[in-house]
């Protein structure tokens, strides 16, 4: 299976995301994605932090957004404690580690900046959330350490796979999710469904939240894509 891609949102030290690549190296991770980074990229400061992890570095890609960072990945995990107003299936690192495994695709995890984590938005992207079970008086994890919890499990992956009965069709890369739900935007805010104003950004998070639930497919995204494009424009009889 596709290694995941590990995807540092808004990171702000150069020191941080060597910390974070020689973390991923570690345990054979090389897809490094940063969205936005502080100090821009390349940046001095990551390569004797990352103490030999070169390879990771050098492979590193930046993009503007989280959406564009995960548009050819099949499923996204956001690493974050619960989001107040975003419902979203939570697991351990190692259940995630198994789901990534078992699920065909590559795979996309989210780490947010080091003072503020991910925003609401930007987990509302994911389709899952990745939550660590520890200390609840002392919950706090430095970027690297966050990072290497999850590489770490799923480098244990490979034992905990169960191979599926039954062959499936494999999820939808995001960025096909992402044109179904832009699509069917569209035309709610053309039929004027968003009303009133105070609550559009609740009920646009909530209709995400509820597309962006794990299995979706291209065919079925396709099919229902097919599904709006005919009540936009109805054939004529």
Not at 12 to 30: D, H, P, S, V, W
Not at 204 to 230: D, F, H, I
Request: net charge negative.
């Amino acid at each position: 299976m596709t290694p995941p891609a590990i995807v540092l949102v808004r990171p702000q030290l150069g020191e941080n995301i060597g910390k974070a690549a020689r973390a991923m190296l570690n345990f054979a991770l090389t897809d490094l994605r940063l969205v936005a980074p502080r100090d821009g990229w390349p940046n001095p400061a990551a390569g004797p932090a990352a103490s030999g992890a070169d390879v990771v570095l050098e492979r590193a890609r930046v993009f503007e957004s989280v959406a564009e960072a995960v548009a050819d990945c099949a499923h996204v995990y956001a690493t974050t404690v619960r989001k107040r107003g975003v419902t979203k299936p939570v697991l351990t690192p190692e259940a995630a580690a198994r789901a990534m495994w078992e699920a065909p695709g590559q795979a996309a995890v989210l780490f947010g900046a080091e003072r503020s984590g991910l925003e609401t938005d930007e987990v509302a992207l994911a389709r899952t959330i990745i939550t660590a079970p520890i200390n609840p008086e002392f919950g706090s994890l430095n970027l690297a350490q966050a990072v290497i919890l999850v590489a770490y499990e799923w480098s244990e992956g490979a034992t905990l796979a169960i191979p599926t009965e039954t062959e499936i069709a494999p999820p939808a890369p995001q960025e096909e999710l992402e044109g179904m739900i832009g699509q069917l935007d569209a035309m709610l805010e053309g039929a004027g469904f968003y009303y009133p104003p105070d609550r559009v950004a609740t009920t646009k998070r909530t209709l995400r939240t509820l597309l962006t639930k794990p299995g979706w497919s291209s065919q079925e995204v396709r099919t229902l894509r097919g599904v709006l494009s005919a009540l936009e424009k109805p054939r004529a009889r």
